[in-house]
């Protein structure tokens, strides 16, 4: 018997039930503490600027006088962003503030007349878009949604609070594409604090694991501002281990294996009918189309795991968590100001959904992305949302299917990377139709 094989039996057999009852004592704990990762007081910091005539927004006066927006249980598990449960004239609500996100007075205060402030929110609307066709129509709006009391007359807190609101992500996608049924409802704002609608369904929680074990929250309250820290030091550990052989082959895919089950027997709401699954899938690909095709220009998900969308009561796909959406001139820009040795240097966000290469010659990167929403969203998650449906089933024929959505994802893989809205719409027609096809059966026996 190799040392291989004597290691992979000593982990399936002694480590697998220890680890098992690791990650339920976590997950006991996880869901027994309160977490206060949303910190401090935000209430009373976003009154305190609202009297003093810093920040506007429709649901200040809810917050800081009627008192019909209120602050419920924090759903945070990381501390550069404060989510809340909350109650809005006695609906639910999910109530966010991304913090680090300062506004400051004194770069608004020379503004006179009403056209500066508009030019304001129009050079904000240019870095994000370009010299858009219909960028001046965005700004009419925008500028209308900041005029709070509707009196014509924008004030430098009525700007100040909707330009940081545009250099947010999130914010900035739900303002300037809140007419699609793909984006959760945003009814309102008081500053950098943002209401949007509350979604029964987590993606994941039906469909798919994507969670990562860094991503719970497990110290006690005490120990939680070196929580980051700790987390970010335990990625650098990460990373070091996967330089060894024997970590990669062996204890990387048991812990994978580890999470699936954890997933499937303890985080997983329910089991998904394969119609559900298709359901999904084909509102997923609408997603992609709405963000592929605004008026202004192209959004590209930098983070598009199955975590960072949700379902409405009537089924339809959201996006949940937007923090890392952007429109892609912005993204652009952003990669080309990149001083790069190489091609890991060229990307935005945390992963490598939005990356380019680098120009040796130049030492920069180029504005050109390696791949779309078609590309990452299709090929990562069609396969994840219908991963062992024979075994789920306990339907050995459904292997076929398994593998004729494996084959598709494969195909998405190798799209090209389209430019043009319309190339785009093609590809994901050309998607949905094969998803349709396989939904009816219609693919090779594999038997």
Same mark, same amino acid.
Request: with cysteine.
């Given at each position: 018997?190799?040392?291989?094989?004597?290691?992979?039996?000593?982990?399936?057999?002694?480590?697998?039930?220890?680890?098992?009852?690791?990650?339920?004592?976590?997950?006991?704990?996880?869901?027994?503490?309160?977490?206060?990762?949303?910190?401090?007081?935000? #209430?009373?910091?976003?009154?305190?600027?609202?009297?003093?005539?810093?920040?506007?927004?429709?649901?200040?006066?809810?917050?800081?006088?009627?008192?019909?927006?209120?602050?419920?249980?924090?759903?945070?598990?990381?501390?550069?962003?404060?989510?809340?449960?909350?109650?809005?004239?006695?609906?639910?609500?999910?109530?966010?503030?991304?913090?680090?996100?300062?506004?400051?007075?004194? $770069?608004?205060?020379?503004?006179?007349?009403?056209?500066?402030?508009?030019?304001?929110?129009?050079?904000?609307?240019?870095?994000?878009?370009?010299?858009?066709?219909?960028?001046?129509?965005?700004?009419?709006?925008?500028?209308?949604?900041?005029?709070?009391?509707?009196?014509?007359?924008?004030? /430098?807190?009525?700007?100040?609070?909707?330009?940081?609101?545009?250099?947010?992500?999130? /914010?900035?996608?739900?303002?300037?594409?809140?007419?699609?049924?793909?984006?959760?409802?945003?009814?309102?704002?008081?500053?950098?604090?943002?209401?949007?609608?509350?979604? /029964?369904?987590?993606?994941?929680?039906?469909?798919?694991?994507?969670?990562?074990?860094?991503?719970?929250?497990?110290?006690?309250?005490?120990?939680?501002?070196?929580?980051?820290?700790?987390?970010?030091?335990?990625?650098?550990?990460?990373?070091?281990?996967?330089?060894?052989?024997?970590?990669?082959?062996?204890?990387?895919?048991?812990?994978?294996?580890?999470?699936?089950?954890?997933?499937?027997?303890?985080?997983?709401?329910?089991?998904?009918?394969?119609?559900?699954?298709?359901?999904?899938?084909?509102?997923?690909?609408?997603?992609?189309?709405?963000?592929?095709?605004?008026?202004?220009?192209?959004?590209?998900?930098?983070?598009?795991?199955?975590?960072?969308?949700?379902?409405?009561?009537? $089924?339809?796909?959201?996006?949940?968590?937007?923090?890392?959406?952007?429109?892609?001139?912005?993204?652009?820009?952003?990669?080309?100001?990149?001083?790069?040795?190489?091609?890991?240097?060229?990307?935005?966000?945390?992963?490598?959904?939005?990356?380019?290469?680098?120009?040796?010659?130049?030492?920069?990167?180029?504005?050109?992305?390696?791949?779309?929403?078609?590309?990452?969203?299709? $090929?990562?998650?069609?396969?994840?949302?219908?991963?062992?449906?024979?075994?789920?089933?306990?339907?050995?024929?459904?292997?076929?299917?398994?593998?004729?959505?494996?084959?598709?994802?494969?195909?998405?893989?190798?799209?090209?990377?389209?430019?043009? #809205?319309?190339?785009?719409?093609?590809?994901?027609?050309? #998607?949905?139709?094969?998803?349709?096809?396989? $939904?009816?059966?219609?693919?090779?026996?594999?038997?």
């Amino acid at each position: 018997m190799t040392i291989y094989r004597i290691i992979k039996v000593f982990m399936k057999w002694c480590l697998l039930p220890g680890f098992v009852a690791a990650v339920a004592s976590v997950l006991v704990l996880f869901i027994s503490d309160y977490h206060e990762m949303c910190g401090k007081d935000h #209430v009373k910091e976003l009154c305190n600027q609202y009297e003093q005539n810093l920040i506007a927004g429709p649901l200040c006066h809810d917050l800081c006088q009627s008192k019909t927006l209120t602050f419920d249980t924090c759903l945070s598990t990381q501390p550069d962003k404060a989510i809340y449960k909350g109650t809005w004239k006695n609906e639910e609500v999910i109530l966010k503030i991304r913090n680090g996100v300062e506004i400051e007075s004194y $770069s608004f205060s020379h503004l006179k007349t009403n056209e500066d402030h508009k030019n304001q929110i129009s050079a904000t609307v240019k870095i994000l878009f370009g010299e858009c066709e219909n960028c001046s129509d965005l700004t009419d709006r925008l500028a209308k949604t900041a005029d709070v009391n509707n009196d014509g007359q924008l004030t /430098p807190a009525e700007t100040m609070t909707m330009v940081t609101l545009l250099q947010t992500p999130e /914010p900035s996608m739900m303002l300037i594409i809140n007419d699609s049924k793909h984006v959760p409802e945003m009814y309102g704002y008081c500053g950098k604090l943002y209401a949007v609608e509350k979604l /029964p369904v987590i993606a994941d929680s039906v469909f798919g694991y994507t969670w990562n074990f860094l991503d719970l929250a497990v110290l006690p309250s005490i120990l939680e501002p070196f929580e980051d820290s700790l987390k970010r030091n335990a990625e650098i550990i990460y990373k070091s281990l996967k330089t060894f052989k024997i970590v990669r082959e062996w204890i990387f895919p048991f812990i994978e294996d580890l999470k699936y089950f954890v997933y499937q027997k303890i985080l997983r709401m329910r089991l998904p009918s394969l119609e559900e699954r298709f359901n999904f899938s084909l509102s997923l690909m609408d997603t992609v189309l709405a963000l592929s095709s605004t008026p202004y220009g192209m959004f590209q998900s930098c983070d598009s795991h199955l975590g960072n969308f949700g379902l409405s009561v009537n $089924s339809e796909v959201k996006i949940i968590d937007g923090d890392q959406v952007l429109p892609i001139h912005y993204l652009q820009l952003v990669l080309t100001s990149k001083k790069c040795i190489n091609d890991r240097n060229c990307r935005v966000g945390d992963f490598y959904e939005c990356s380019s290469e680098c120009d040796q010659s130049t030492g920069f990167c180029t504005s050109e992305l390696e791949k779309r929403n078609i590309q990452n969203i299709c $090929s990562d998650s069609l396969a994840l949302i219908f991963r062992n449906i024979s075994e789920d089933f306990k339907n050995q024929t459904l292997i076929c299917l398994e593998k004729a959505i494996y084959k598709l994802a494969a195909f998405c893989y190798t799209l090209p990377t389209e430019k043009l #809205v319309s190339e785009i719409k093609d590809d994901i027609e050309i #998607v949905k139709e094969k998803l349709l096809h396989i $939904s009816r059966g219609e693919f090779d026996s594999c038997l």
